[in-house]
């Protein structure tokens, strides 16, 4: 599996198209990526795993979101008021 993840990441280019977000406006597929990324990070780190399945969220919402949201919202994670549930 972790093959199959490096192979799709290498031929990363941007991100794919999501059925679930049919829309020009991809702001809650930007959302959604950074939370799955969040997610997936504190998973792995729970079971002492590597964590190279959630690169696949990390290059998809770095591409869709603009960096001062992703500053912002990992801003909120440190102080403690971030809205999203991880």
């Known amino acids: 599996m972790a093959e199959d993840i490096r192979a799709k990441l290498g031929r990363y280019k941007t991100a794919p198209f999501d ?4 829309n020009q406006n991809q702001t809650r597929n930007c ?8 997610r997936c990070q504190r998973a792995m780190d729970a ?3 590597d964590a190279a399945p959630c690169q696949w969220y990390f290059r998809v919402y770095t591409s869709l979101c603009p960096s001062s949201w992703v500053s912002s ?3 909120a994670r440190d102080e403690g008021t ?5």
């Open 19 to 22: 059925s679930r977000f049919p």
């Open 31 to 38: 959302w959604q990526n950074y939370l799955d990324f969040q």
């Open 47 to 49: 079971r002492g795993a």
């Open 73 to 75: 919202w990992d801003d």
């Open 82 to 86: 971030f809205p999203g549930k991880i």
